[in-house]
């Protein structure tokens, strides 16, 4: 595997590649909020050769440069995930997609479908009921939250999203890795906009033309995810014709990192669809 910075419109995004340009259909992960493309580590070692996968860290996210002004709109980021696929010379690929990732591959596969040749949904934001009790009170507390000392809001943060994780070891250790680029104030301004962004208007138009989409689609939960209930796994499936439903017994919401076989098990099944 291989780590690449990329130039688009004055924003640097980071990503890897791995498998063979070339070979076979290429797959493209999008992590969701507060993470970064590490979510997926294991999900790529565990999937069968001869295809060409392509990991990236949204803008604000990991090693891609802070948003600064630019939109963090699900539309925004799937744009410009469109434009790191021209200049990888991707024509239309498998979009997988975890949490606000899972909104921002939904965007791909209503707008611009013929990119997206099959698409997998893991524990995805959708329709209009994802807001946890815990995102509605940080976004009404932004005017407060925004001038909080940068651990003092990440600490609220990771707090948070060690509930979407069985093991707290496994917590402990990505969560130091995914709170780096936040660390600092410009990182919490970073994160303030990254929940200011949260929008379940756009989930809700998106909702709408599901059942427009004719790839096929796999739907992926973990049965304790304690953010997103698999009530709406369930209802993501049953919208979008043909679609696949797989639980993972004992998943909490980050199920790439706590059941990556049973993870790269459905993609591989999605693969031969």
């Given at each position: 595997?291989?780590?690449?910075?990329?130039?688009?419109?004055?924003?640097?995004?980071?990503?890897?590649?791995?498998?063979?340009?070339?070979?076979?259909?290429?797959?493209?992960?999008?992590?969701?909020?507060?993470?970064?493309?590490?979510?997926?580590?294991?999900?790529?070692?565990?999937?069968?050769?001869?295809?060409?996968?392509?990991?990236?860290?949204?803008?604000?996210?990991?090693?891609?440069?802070?948003?600064?002004?630019?939109?963090?709109?699900?539309?925004?980021?799937?744009q410009?995930?469109?434009?790191?696929?021209?200049e990888?010379?991707?024509?239309?690929a498998?979009?997988?997609?975890?949490?606000?990732?899972?909104?921002?591959?939904?965007?791909?596969?209503?707008?611009?479908p013929?990119?997206?040749?099959?698409?997998?949904?893991?524990?995805?934001?959708?329709?209009?009921?994802?807001?946890?009790?815990?995102?509605?009170l940080?976004?009404?507390?932004?005017?407060?939250?925004?001038?909080?000392?940068?651990?003092?809001?990440?600490?609220?943060?990771?707090?948070?999203?060690?509930?979407?994780?069985?093991?707290?070891?496994?917590?402990?250790?990505?969560?130091?890795?995914?709170?780096?680029?936040?660390s600092?104030?410009?990182?919490?301004?970073?994160?303030?906009?990254?929940?200011?962004?949260?929008?379940?208007?756009?989930?809700?138009?998106?909702?709408?033309?599901?059942?427009?989409?004719?790839?096929?689609?796999?739907?992926?939960?973990?049965?304790?995810?304690?953010?997103?209930?698999?009530?709406?796994?369930?209802?993501?499936?049953?919208?979008?014709?043909?679609?696949?439903?797989?639980?993972?017994?004992?998943?909490?919401?980050?199920?790439?990192?706590?059941?990556?076989?049973?993870?790269?098990?459905?993609?591989t099944?999605?693969?031969?669809?």
């Amino acid at each position: 595997m291989r780590g690449e910075f990329i130039d688009l419109d004055g924003a640097r995004l980071y990503y890897y590649a791995a498998g063979s340009r070339g070979a076979g259909e290429p797959v493209v992960f999008v992590h969701g909020f507060a993470t970064s493309g590490h979510l997926w580590r294991d999900v790529v070692t565990l999937l069968p050769p001869g295809r060409r996968l392509v990991v990236l860290d949204l803008l604000g996210h990991g090693r891609s440069d802070p948003p600064g002004a630019r939109s963090l709109s699900l539309a925004a980021h799937a744009q410009r995930l469109l434009a790191l696929l021209d200049e990888l010379g991707i024509a239309s690929a498998c979009v997988v997609g975890h949490g606000v990732g899972g909104g921002v591959a939904q965007w791909l596969a209503v707008h611009e479908p013929a990119r997206v040749s099959r698409l997998a949904l893991l524990a995805s934001i959708g329709f209009d009921r994802w807001f946890t009790r815990d995102v509605r009170l940080a976004r009404a507390t932004l005017p407060i939250t925004r001038h909080l000392p940068p651990a003092w809001l990440l600490s609220m943060v990771r707090a948070e999203m060690e509930r979407g994780y069985a093991d707290a070891g496994r917590a402990a250790h990505d969560l130091d890795r995914y709170a780096r680029p936040f660390s600092t104030e410009a990182g919490r301004d970073a994160l303030v906009r990254h929940i200011a962004a949260l929008d379940t208007r756009e989930t809700r138009g998106l909702g709408a033309r599901l059942g427009e989409l004719a790839m096929p689609v796999s739907v992926i939960w973990g049965a304790s995810d304690p953010f997103l209930p698999v009530a709406l796994g369930r209802r993501l499936a049953e919208a979008i014709p043909g679609a696949t439903l797989d639980v993972v017994p004992g998943a909490r919401h980050f199920l790439p990192e706590e059941a990556p076989r049973q993870v790269a098990d459905s993609l591989t099944t999605l693969f031969a669809r």
